[in-house]
């Protein structure tokens, strides 16, 4: 079992940077890779980047260059860092991890004003 609490979030305006926190418990030696979606209002949930355990990153066309997804394996934590928001980056963010299943953090809202 792996459990992910987030942590970051909230409203910036346009042009401006957030950082995403997500910190696992639990059997987190079993995580084979993490990653960062996000749902839109009216939208499905959506992927932003991806990271596995060999360090592989892969991001949405619409983020990339403007976010990155990274790891510090010593507080089993990821993060995702937000540069030169828009406002249609406002969404609920969910941190992800696989381990033989799927676990979910609980969602952050960020909002970006223009």
Known sequence: QVQ?????GGVVQSGGSLRLSCTASGSVSTI???AWYRQRPGKQRELVAALTRTGRTSY???VMGRFTISRDSAKNTGYLQMNSLKPEDTAVYYCYAYSSMNYWGQGT???VSS
Request: glycine share 14%; charged share 0%.
């Open 32 to 34: 084979y890779a993490m």
């Open 109 to 111: 809202q960020v909002t």
């Open 60 to 62: 949405a066309g619409a």
């Open 4 to 8: 992910l609490v987030q942590s970051g």
